[in-house]
């Protein structure tokens, strides 16, 4: 089960899914995608900071995480 609360997701997939109803098993779903992601963009921000020397994540490490993450062979 993902920490992430089911009520965020459902929304979001509502709102962002043309207005259609989510099946329960579908919000899970999402809800350990989205928090994969999460991780994987938590750990490449770290990575930024790190090699920034610092010790807190800025939205730019932020940034440049999300970007790494969308395109991950550049």
């Known amino acids: 089960m993902a920490d992430i609360p089911?009520?965020?997701?459902?929304?979001?997939?509502?709102?962002h899914g043309g207005g259609l109803r989510v099946s329960g098993s579908a919000i899970e779903k999402a809800a350990e995608a989205v928090e994969g992601f999460l991780a994987d963009l938590a750990h490449e921000a770290q990575a930024s900071a790190e090699?920034?020397?610092r010790k807190t994540i800025m939205d730019?490490?932020?940034?440049?995480g999300a970007a790494k993450l969308a395109n991950p062979a550049g």
């Open 60 to 64: 730019s490490d932020v940034e440049a």
């Open 51 to 53: 090699s920034n020397k």
């Open 6 to 15: 089911n009520a965020v997701v459902k929304g979001l997939l509502v709102k």
